[in-house]
Nanobody
Framework: QVQLVEAGGGLVQAGDSLRLSCAAS????????MGWFRQAPGKEREFVAA????????KYGDSMKGRCTITRDNAKSTMYLQMNSLKPEDTAVYYC?????????????????WGQGTQVTVSS
């Protein structure tokens, strides 16, 4: 079992940066692929980025590619998403998720555990 808690969201202006964190409890974190997803009002949940259990492999979705970096610290059971050059269209609830089978896939259905989400709002 894994429990995930996101933090770091807030209201920022276009062009600003923001760093999200996801703290995990449970023994599965260090062996799981971890991912970030986001969901804007009226839209489907969208893949943002994922990182393998060792941190050696990453994958990014098209929406924020080149503007975000995913990292993890297994010793702290924490994952991060550094977001730069934020745009109003990045406004969404951001969720962290864990895939205990370490597949580094982008589909929502592959992730078994989810956090409650953190709101990111980017004003123009």
């Amino acid at each position: 079992q894994v429990q995930l808690v996101e933090a770091g969201g807030g209201l920022v202006q276009a062009g600003d940066s923001l760093r999200l964190s996801c703290a995990a409890s449970g023994r599965t974190f260090s062996s799981a692929t971890m991912g970030w997803f986001r969901q804007a009002p009226g839209k489907e949940r969208e893949f943002v980025a994922a990182i393998s259990q060792s941190g050696g492999r990453t994958k990014y979705g098209d929406s924020m590619k080149g503007r975000c970096t995913i990292t993890r610290d297994n010793a702290k059971s924490t994952m991060y998403l550094q977001m730069n050059s934020l745009k109003p269209e990045d406004t969404a609830v951001y969720y962290c998720a864990a895939d205990p089978y370490n597949r580094l896939w982008v589909g929502v259905l592959y992730y078994s555990y989810w956090g409650q989400g953190t709101q990111v709002t980017v004003s123009s």
